[in-house]
């Protein structure tokens, strides 16, 4: 089982690291989670609803001023950022447009856009480091957006509200990155709470609360170290497919259709409409169903669900992989007896995590267990963890 530093340690090591690059102590640390989504899988972009937790994985970030001979001449503030991972230092300037390397551009997106409400840092150094695996659906991209608007509002001194702050991430991710992804990611960053899953309304964005912090349940987190190209592609053809599958219906999302108004309308669909649709309005019942048992903590139903839930995305809206399969099928082969209640594919598909909700006690040996087996099945390390929900964003030390 993989560990990782406590937010207070990675705090520490983050600012070290800070002193090491920049020379200074840092003024201004924050961070911001990533997450796990553990039922509501594409359905956000069809107003639906999801239900994802904060995880106790972070990406921080420490700042400092720049120094006056670094700000130069120019008009807007130049930013100087340093990631750990990437290991070296690129420079943008807040409202230039510019050509960045890809991981810049998410930071660069959140100054733009905050600058354009009159949200100004000044020039400023800034050091990332993270524990949230790049690229494994366990959103790190958000995290980098939150944690950069985190900074943003700890230097100005200005708070924004957390739902704005969130779209706004979003736009950063739509406009500067291009990916035309729904609002979870940021949502759940920017707005989770310790001890709860939060089920967001993705029509109202009304949030609900779920409490998840039963001692004896875990969400164990597997990276199946796989991600496949198609994830990017298929992304959009599956955002289509969805459109066209509302407008044959009459409606303005599938968030408006039930499974009997589906049922009846099956004739008006393509047959790969028919199964996409079959799988959102399917999720989205799931979601609600998951969230009443977790409520009851009828944990046995909250795992039945999940594995609905990965039924569904593997047939109908094909979005799993071999690898994937495997992480799930070698889950449920342990079973209730073994302590594992349900598991599912989780993020946008085509490879990354999958979820697992299992009894504590037993947590452990059935990571080891899944790790082996998995290492035998396809010569991949795989990577998993346990995560409690964690908290939302926020700044961790403020001078
Ligand atoms: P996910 O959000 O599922 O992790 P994405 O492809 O959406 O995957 O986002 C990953 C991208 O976020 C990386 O390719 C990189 O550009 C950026 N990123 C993530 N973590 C870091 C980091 N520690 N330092 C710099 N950039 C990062
Ligand atoms: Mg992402």
Known sequence: MDTAPTLSELSARTAARFAEVFGQAPNWTVAAPGRVNLI??????????????AIERYMVLAAGPAAAAESGQSSGNIIRVFSDLIGSA??????????LPPWCVYLHG??????KRGLNTGPLEVLV?????LGGGLSSSAALEV?????????????????????LCQQAENQYVGMPCGIMDQFSSALC???EAMRLDCRSLETTPV??????????????????????????????QCEEAASALGVKSLRDVDPAALAA???????VAYKRARHVVGEIARVLEFSDAAANADWSTAGELMYASHDSLRDDYEVSCPQIDTLVELAQSIGPSGGVYGSRITGGGFGGCTVTLCETAKAAAIADRILAEYKDHTDIEAMAFTSRPAQGAHVVRYQ
Do not use: C
């Open 265 to 271: 309308g099956w004739s008006k669909l393509s047959e």
């Open 147 to 167: 944690a950069t608007a985190t900074l943003v509002e700890a230097v100005t001194g200005q708070v924004l509200d957390g739902r704005d702050k969130a779209k």
């Open 129 to 133: 480091t993270s524990t949230v695996p």
């Open 211 to 240: 409490p998840l912090s039963d001692p004896n349940v875990s969400i164990l987190i597997i990276n199946s170290n796989v991600k496949h190209e198609l994830s990017n592609s298929e992304y959009p053809v599956r955002r289509a």
């Open 40 to 53: 509501g899988e594409h359905t956000d972009y069809n107003d639906g609803f999801v239900l994802p937790m």
């Open 193 to 195: 709470r310790a001890g």
């Open 110 to 115: 959140v100054f733009d856009l905050l600058a």
């Open 90 to 99: 690129q420079t943008f300037t807040v409202g230039q447009v510019a050509e």
